[in-house]
T-cell receptor, first 114, second 117 residues
């Protein structure tokens, strides 16, 4: 069964600190993995996308890594800011069908305290 | 910022009412989607469309229906709302990619939070 599991479920850090969010997946055949940020009351916004051949991708203070062999990804946030408080969702796409369907994790709820 | 809009943002309504959730995008995207999201849970695809006059059911069974008469408009309708329909509904759109949906980013609206009393 294709699944996407994220950990931790929630995380609280102090402003200025770094943190790493984890995503494990069993989706096969794999097409790409995307991290989304969802602010409270808003829709998700894409942060990064990685295909099978890519093992790291950065977007400002966000750096995503991918290990396609172990089917794991991480999202590292550097020098956190209050505006980083949000849910971070890992989304994996397969390439086994015309639809190329998306599998969503439940997200990690990050809270940054001043 | 993606140009995709959902109205209303919040709706509290009684059981048995007919509801239409609006979704419009100005990017000319062919593909549009409706997701249902409960607090702390993953998004579930309930409907999608590849273009005008194309609608398909998603992975999660839903009593709602959709229509795609115009490229930019993808409304979702509940004929008779029930408390079990209480949820957040997110609309998204994406460009037509060479292979499948996952290669093109989905642009999401800010959702409609629906509460049925």
């Amino acid at each position: 069964k294709n699944q996407v599991e994220q950990s931790p479920q929630s995380l609280i850090i102090l402003e200025g600190k770094n943190c790493t969010l984890q995503c494990n997946y069993t989706v096969s055949p794999f097409s790409n993995l995307r991290w989304y940020k969802q602010d409270t009351g808003r829709g998700p916004v894409s942060l990064t996308i990685m295909t099978f051949s890519e093992n790291t991708k950065s977007n400002g203070r966000y750096t995503a890594t991918l290990d396609a062999d172990t089917k794991q990804s991480s999202l590292h946030i550097t020098a956190s800011q209050l505006s980083d408080s949000a849910s971070y969702i890992c989304v994996v796409s397969d390439r086994g069908s015309t639809l190329g369907r998306l599998y969503f994790g439940r997200g990690t709820q990050l809270t940054v305290w001043p | 910022e993606a140009d995709i809009y959902q109205t209303p943002r919040y709706l509290v309504i009684g059981t048995g009412k007919k509801i239409t959730l609006e979704c419009s995008q100005t990017m000319g995207h062919d593909k549009m989607y409706w997701y249902q999201q409960d607090p702390g849970m993953e998004l579930h695809l309930i409907h999608y469309s590849y273009g005008v006059n194309s609608t398909e059911k998603g992975d999660l069974s839903s009593e709602s229906t959709v229509s795609r008469i115009r490229t930019e408009h993808f409304p979702l309708t509940l004929e008779s709302a029930r408390p079990s329909h209480t949820s957040q509904y997110l609309c998204a759109s994406s460009e037509k990619g060479p292979t499948g949906d996952g290669n093109q980013p989905q642009h999401f609206g800010d959702g409609t939070r629906l509460s049925i009393l």
